[in-house]
């Protein structure tokens, strides 16, 4: 099982569609966790960090589920703009800290 | 300006050359990194370092080294260009005191090997 595992999309939607994108990870012991996003040729930019009692930016919800070592990312009121790859991002590792990248989820929105 | 700089933004080399990718800050991490992104498997980890005396492998080191000069400086070096390591290519920065958490990337090197 990859370490961080993501649908690799595109997930077309239109305009003021509500779209959800899933991220699995491997290791248990993970302590944070983070979706960014990356514009085509861009660099990833972090979008918002998830916490257990999940957390809303905006148009932009993020949960957590330790048990099930599960996130999500809940976009409402889809925008043109937010068209790009999101990508579900974890730290782990005792005392190495290490970031780890799911490959990304690339969505569409359409006018 | 950018806070992390990579030079050059892109490159197209010759098999078996030695060719040198610069990262610079000026953001006053002492966490560096660097990831190459190929199309379908995302960012990989190619080395990172936690202080000027600290440098580590990550998952695909294997035709790559790195220098650590100063905190604000990581280069990244392919001593014998492949073909199959033409990829783009992220520098990134991180800092401890925030938990090592959000990592701030660099614009890319897109680097061609013919």
């Known amino acids: 099982r990859k370490e961080v595992e993501q649908d690799p999309g595109p997930f077309n939607v239109p305009e003021g569609a509500t779209v959800a994108f899933n991220c699995t990870y491997s290791?248990?012991?993970?302590?944070?966790f983070f979706w960014y996003r990356q514009d085509c040729r861009k660099e990833p930019k972090l979008l918002m960090s998830?916490?257990?009692s999940g957390n809303e930016d905006g148009r932009f919800t993020a949960q957590l589920n330790r048990a099930s070592q599960y996130i999500s990312l809940l976009i409402r009121d889809s925008k043109l703009s937010d068209s790009a790859t999101y990508l579900c991002v974890v730290l782990s590792g005792a005392g190495s800290y290490q970031l780890t990248f799911g490959k990304g989820t690339k969505l569409s929105v359409i006018p | 300006d950018a806070d992390v700089t990579q030079t050059p933004r892109n490159r197209i080399t010759k098999t078996g050359k030695r060719i040198m990718l610069e990262c610079s800050q000026t953001?006053?991490?002492?966490?560096m990194y660097w990831y190459r992104q190929d199309p379908g498997l995302g960012l990989r980890l190619i080395y990172y370092?936690?202080?000027?005396?600290?440098?580590n492998k990550g998952e695909i080191s294997d035709g790559y080294s790195v220098s650590r000069q100063a905190q604000a400086k990581f280069s990244l070096s392919l001593e014998s260009a492949i073909p199959n390591q033409t990829a783009l290519y992220f520098c990134?920065?991180?800092?401890?005191?925030?938990?090592?958490?959000?990592?701030?990337f660099g614009q890319g090197t897109r680097l061609t090997v013919v």
């Open positions: 990134a920065t991180s800092d401890s005191d925030r938990g090592g958490t959000e990592a701030f």
């Open positions: 953001k006053g991490h002492d966490r």
């Open positions: 998830v916490y257990s």
């Open positions: 290791n248990s012991a993970s302590q944070s």
């Open positions: 370092s936690f202080d000027v005396k600290d440098i």
